[in-house]
């Protein structure tokens, strides 16, 4: 079965950093593509990141850029998204999702982790 498993979030002040998690087990992470997608209250899901299954390629939605990066250690079956410069717009429930194809449309993912929460707060 296939599952994927998000940690890392938490509570950060302005301007602070986190690093999230994405973990999958009982499958091979190196033939999919990863998306992750976040979800703030009363908002719709929206795409955030986004790096195919080699890691050679990496999008990003335009209000992210330059603040996160995702990477993936495919031996450690494990992709990460590297947040710094956190407003409080940023928070949200962080969701990554493993799909055929890098994108950030989030009908194209067939498995979802549960979600970590993102909270930036003073």
């Known amino acids: 079965q296939l599952q994927l498993v998000e940690s890392g979030g938490g509570l950060v002040q302005p301007g602070g950093s986190l690093t999230l998690s994405c973990t999958a087990s009982?499958?091979?992470?190196?033939?999919?593509?990863i998306g992750w997608f976040r979800q703030a209250p009363g908002k719709e899901r929206e795409g955030v990141s986004c790096?195919?299954?080699?890691?050679?390629?990496?999008d990003y939605t335009d209000s992210v850029k330059g603040r996160f990066t995702i990477s993936r250690d495919n031996a450690k079956n494990t992709v990460s998204l590297q947040m710094n410069s956190l407003k409080p717009e940023d928070t949200a429930v962080y969701y990554c999702?493993?799909?055929?194809?890098?994108?950030?449309?989030?009908?194209?993912?067939?498995?979802w982790g549960q979600g970590t929460q993102v909270t930036v707060s003073s």
């Open positions: 790096i195919s299954n080699d890691g050679g390629y990496a």
């Open positions: 999702a493993a799909g055929p194809i890098v994108t950030m449309l989030a009908p194209l993912f067939g498995s």
């Open positions: 009982g499958f091979t992470l190196d033939i999919y593509a």
